[in-house]
């Protein structure tokens, strides 16, 4: 080996070892000398839009005549909630099942077999909210015979998300303060910040369990939409001395 190399690995292994020496000093000053907060923010808003599932499901003997009596009412179904909705409104099949039914019987401690059942979900987004009973009592009306869930959300979503994580970073940095003020430390720059979002919580009502009856009692009384809940989070660590 010449001496040149002999220099230029000894050079290579200075340099690593004072970076090395450097960086882990660095990090234990900033381990010593920092504050580590979290804040949270929260807006409540009106929401703008919802969302409705409903269901058509039908029984029979054989597959083809469980199939064909659900498609039947499910096009009556989808032709009168097409009829009710303003044209910013969307219609969607989203799930179709066809499937055999057996029940337990407690006497012959068996399963029998009690037909076929055929079931055709349907999802409405309106921005109507005003029209919501309406379009429940419509669809049951025609044949809908359950209603899985009713949503309510907001098209802002990401300008409300903003304000909430504003609100988030000023209940950060009061927590700073605070602590700051109690320790007798300075605060200084800020060295991290770490936002993050819930996703909205809409308010929500489940009808499931209604059946065809229940739902134009349901749908002559006015629903409300309420608020939705959007929350912002944030970790930030701030220099102290």
Do not use: C, W
């Given at each position: 080996m010449t001496n040149k190399n002999v220099i230029a690995i000894t050079m290579l292994l200075i340099f690593t070892f004072l970076h090395v020496y450097n960086s882990g000093a660095q990090d234990g000053k900033f381990e010593q000398h920092t504050i580590n907060v979290s804040g949270r923010?929260?807006?409540?808003?009106?929401?703008?839009?919802?969302?409705?599932?409903?269901?058509?499901?039908?029984?029979?003997?054989?597959?083809?005549?469980?199939?064909?009596?659900?498609?039947?009412?499910?096009?009556?179904?989808l032709e009168t909630l097409k009829s009710q909705i303003g044209k910013d409104d969307k219609l969607s099949t989203t799930a179709y099942n066809l499937s055999p039914v057996y029940e337990y019987n407690n006497q012959t401690k068996k399963s029998e077999f009690?037909?076929?059942?055929?079931?055709?979900?349907?999802?409405?987004?309106?921005?109507?909210?005003?029209n919501i009973g309406k379009l429940i009592d419509s669809a049951s009306e025609a044949g809908s015979n359950n209603i899985q869930g009713l949503s309510f959300d907001t098209t802002k979503r990401d300008k409300y998300r903003r304000e909430a994580l504003v609100k988030a970073v000023e209940d950060a940095k009061t927590t700073a303060e605070t602590v700051a003020n109690a320790s007798g430390v300075k605060l200084m720059k800020i060295y991290q910040i770490s936002p993050s979002y819930d996703y909205p919580i809409p308010v929500y009502r489940d009808f499931a369990a209604r059946n065809k009856a229940t739902f134009s009692e349901a749908a002559s009384t006015p629903i409300e939409a309420g608020e939705i809940s959007i929350k912002a989070s944030v970790n930030m660590v701030f220099g102290i001395e």
């Amino acid at each position: 080996m010449t001496n040149k190399n002999v220099i230029a690995i000894t050079m290579l292994l200075i340099f690593t070892f004072l970076h090395v020496y450097n960086s882990g000093a660095q990090d234990g000053k900033f381990e010593q000398h920092t504050i580590n907060v979290s804040g949270r923010g929260e807006i409540f808003i009106t929401p703008d839009v919802a969302n409705i599932s409903f269901s058509v499901e039908t029984m029979a003997d054989t597959a083809s005549k469980a199939a064909k009596d659900n498609a039947d009412k499910t096009t009556k179904v989808l032709e009168t909630l097409k009829s009710q909705i303003g044209k910013d409104d969307k219609l969607s099949t989203t799930a179709y099942n066809l499937s055999p039914v057996y029940e337990y019987n407690n006497q012959t401690k068996k399963s029998e077999f009690n037909g076929y059942r055929a079931t055709n979900t349907i999802v409405v987004k309106t921005y109507n909210l005003n029209n919501i009973g309406k379009l429940i009592d419509s669809a049951s009306e025609a044949g809908s015979n359950n209603i899985q869930g009713l949503s309510f959300d907001t098209t802002k979503r990401d300008k409300y998300r903003r304000e909430a994580l504003v609100k988030a970073v000023e209940d950060a940095k009061t927590t700073a303060e605070t602590v700051a003020n109690a320790s007798g430390v300075k605060l200084m720059k800020i060295y991290q910040i770490s936002p993050s979002y819930d996703y909205p919580i809409p308010v929500y009502r489940d009808f499931a369990a209604r059946n065809k009856a229940t739902f134009s009692e349901a749908a002559s009384t006015p629903i409300e939409a309420g608020e939705i809940s959007i929350k912002a989070s944030v970790n930030m660590v701030f220099g102290i001395e």
